[in-house]
């Protein structure tokens, strides 16, 4: 099973700062599905990139995703109060679905 | 507009068993796989089972497996989750989502969750 580790844990910023959250695969996982996903509290998750680096419908471009491999990278170029929420990367692999542990975007 | 609603949750105690429903609507039930995936409180997501459009393959995480069975019924546009032995670690919400028609392997619409309790 491929692990994914999400870093930071917890991400203190203002709005108007960058953000790049970084997840990290136990082996190679390809590109193609890699997804990244945002969670407000009491709510569902929200898709946001899917295929590593493509937008989902209606995210605006303030969001970018990169990466390959082993090594991904979600960044939101200037944080909106809106943004400050929990994010998780996902990928499939061998019939498994596996999540990151997720990190904490907070308002400094 | 895509709807998915979970309903079946509630507190049982260890040991016991639940049935979790999904009803969807807003697409084409029986053209999409469709997945459970659970959030402990405080804690993360984590992938729990998937079906394929007619049920006939269907996937477990090592965590559930022997205990949760995940079927449909494409006639009634709902996906079950039938919950055996359950332990106090299967406390979570349990989102219902739908797989992505594209093979990326992604879940673009999720239901708003079932929050159940296993306790004494």
């Known amino acids: 099973e491929i692990v994914l580790t999400q870093s930071p844990g917890t991400l203190s910023l203002s709005p108007g700062e960058r953000a790049t959250l970084s997840c990290r695969a136990s082996q190679s996982v390809s590109s193609s599905y890699l997804t990244w996903y945002q969670q407000k509290p009491g709510q569902a998750p929200r898709l946001l990139m899917y295929g590593a680096s493509s937008r989902a419908t209606g995210i605006p471009d303030r969001f970018s995703g990169s990466g390959s491999g082993t090594d991904f990278t979600l960044t939101i170029s200037r944080l909106e109060p809106e943004d400050f929420a929990v994010y998780y990367c996902?990928?499939?692999?061998?019939?498994?679905?596996?999540f990151g542990q997720g990190t904490t975007v907070e308002i400094k | 507009e895509v709807q998915l609603v979970e309903s079946g949750g509630g507190l049982v105690q260890p040991g016991g068993s639940l049935r979790l429903s999904c009803a969807v609507s807003?697409?084409?039930?029986?053209?999409?796989?469709m997945h459970w995936v659970r959030q402990a409180p405080g804690k993360g997501l984590v992938w729990v089972s998937s079906t394929n459009n007619d049920a006939g393959t269907t996937n477990y995480a090592d965590s559930v497996k022997g205990r949760f069975t995940i079927s449909r019924d494409n006639a009634k546009n709902t996906l079950y989750l039938q919950m055996n032995s359950l332990r106090a670690e299967d406390t979570a919400v349990y989102y219902c989502?739908?797989?992505?028609?594209?093979?990326?392997?992604?879940?673009?619409?999720w239901g708003q969750g079932a929050l159940v309790t296993v306790s004494s």
């Open positions: 996902q990928q499939y692999g061998n019939s498994l679905w596996t």
């Open positions: 807003g697409f084409t039930f029986a053209s999409y796989w």
């Open positions: 989502a739908r797989l992505s028609g594209d093979y990326k392997m992604y879940f673009d619409y």
